[in-house]
């Protein structure tokens, strides 16, 4: 298996928390703390501490790696969630929402190739 930092669903997911980061600053004042923006910035933040988590148990505790795997997989669909929130309350433009939709869109199916290629490799040890 690749290092992490060779794995691509990290390195992408990695950068597109960085954007939504900067984005949700600047949503409305009292939705930055315990409100919207923070719950995106943790959600998609999530996805990647969980990666890296999860990674540092591939070889001696593949199961746990999937399960860490999972986690990303349904914070991935949560930050979908929060998005939709940010551009139906009129914090989000549409084109920028579009995007970043299609973009974790594209992440949750690395996720999931990633968890179907871990939970295949431990099948095969078994």
């Not at 949700?24 to 939705?31: A, I, Q, T, V």
Request: with cysteine.
């Amino acid at each position: 298996m690749q290092s992490l930092g060779n794995l691509s669903v990290y390195n992408r997911s990695y950068t597109v928390s960085l954007e939504i980061h900067e984005l949700s600053l600047g949503f409305p004042r009292h939705e930055q703390y315990k409100g919207l923006a923070s719950q995106l910035r943790d959600s998609s933040k999530s996805i990647v501490a969980n990666i890296v988590e999860g990674y540092a148990f591939r070889k001696q505790r593949p199961k746990r790696y999937i399960n860490h795997i999972e986690v990303s997989i349904g914070s991935c669909d949560e930050t979908r969630l929060w998005l939709r929130y940010g551009f139906d309350l009129g914090y989000l433009e549409r084109e920028v929402y579009n995007r970043l939709i299609a973009e974790y869109e594209e992440i949750g199916k690395m996720l999931w190739g990633l968890l179907q290629s871990v939970g295949k490799q431990l099948s095969e040890r078994e």
